[in-house]
């Protein structure tokens, strides 16, 4: 079945180190791939995709993250947290063929500690 | 461009009763889609429109959730004689192509009591 999978629901970080959040889909010709955020009581806001170029992607406010065919991995990185990067961050998939739904995954809390 | 417009913003209603909801989405966008998010998870996909025509449903989209979208524009999502369980976020996207992305409005969360 198509899944996306985050490894972690919560990911307590200290301000100014390195944020890492995993996320594993499932095996499939050419997916497309996004992160989106979510903070409290607002929308999701797009941090980036990828749709088959670069597989070292750049969003906004720092974050990247790199599509790794060979590991099925689309893992979230960012080098320094800031106290606003607090909110929950969805992997998303969108698989080719037919469908035009997105699979989010279940989210991950990231909470930045002073 | 002011993104995507849900309306209401929060929506209580007794169990049994009808409710409808709103989505204005970017006016350029041909692409409409209709999601539901419970607490502690990621949305789930409801349905799919491409300008009016509605391409795709989930098999969440019981017979008492409809969703229109006359003319191409605006769409609605009712639903009728509302559950508990029915209780979530729900959220309307837009998009033009795939490559840009999809733009999420703030969502309308309905409460049955």
């Known amino acids: 079945a198509q899944s996306v999978t985050q490894l972690d629901s919560h990911v307590s970080v200290s301000e100014g180190t390195p944020v890492l959040l995993r996320c594993n889909y499932s095996?499939?010709?050419?997916?497309?791939l996004f992160w989106y955020v979510q903070h409290p009581n607002k929308g999701l806001q797009l941090l980036l995709k990828?749709?088959?170029?670069?597989?070292l992607v750049k969003g906004i406010n720092g974050f990247e993250a790199e599509f790794k065919k060979s590991e099925t991995s689309f893992h979230l990185t960012k080098p320094s947290a800031h106290m606003s990067d607090a909110a929950e961050y969805f992997c998303?998939?969108?698989?080719?063929?037919?469908?035009?739904?997105?699979?989010f995954g279940t989210g991950t809390l990231l909470a930045v500690q002073p | 461009d002011t993104g995507v417009s849900q309306d209401p913003r929060h929506k209580i209603t007794k169990r049994g009763q009808n409710v409808t909801f709103r989505c204005d989405p970017i006016?350029?966008?041909?692409?409409l889609y209709w999601y539901r998010q419970t607490l502690g998870q990621g949305p789930e996909f409801l349905t799919y429109?491409?300008?009016?025509?509605?391409?795709?449903k989930s098999r969440l989209l019981s017979d008492r959730f409809s969703a229109e979208r006359p003319k191409g524009s605006f769409s609605t999502l009712e639903i009728q004689r509302t559950e508990q369980g029915d209780s979530a976020m729900y959220l309307c996207?837009?998009?033009?192509?795939?490559?840009?992305?999809?733009?999420f409005g703030s969502g309308t969360r309905l409460t049955v009591v």
């Open positions: 996207a837009s998009s033009w192509t795939e490559e840009r992305g999809y733009t």
């Open positions: 006016s350029e966008h041909n692409r």
């Open positions: 429109f491409q300008n009016e025509a509605q391409l795709e």
């Open positions: 990828y749709t088959s170029a670069a597989t």
């Open positions: 998303v998939v969108k698989y080719g063929g037919a469908t035009n739904k997105l699979i």
């Open positions: 095996s499939s010709y050419s997916p497309s």
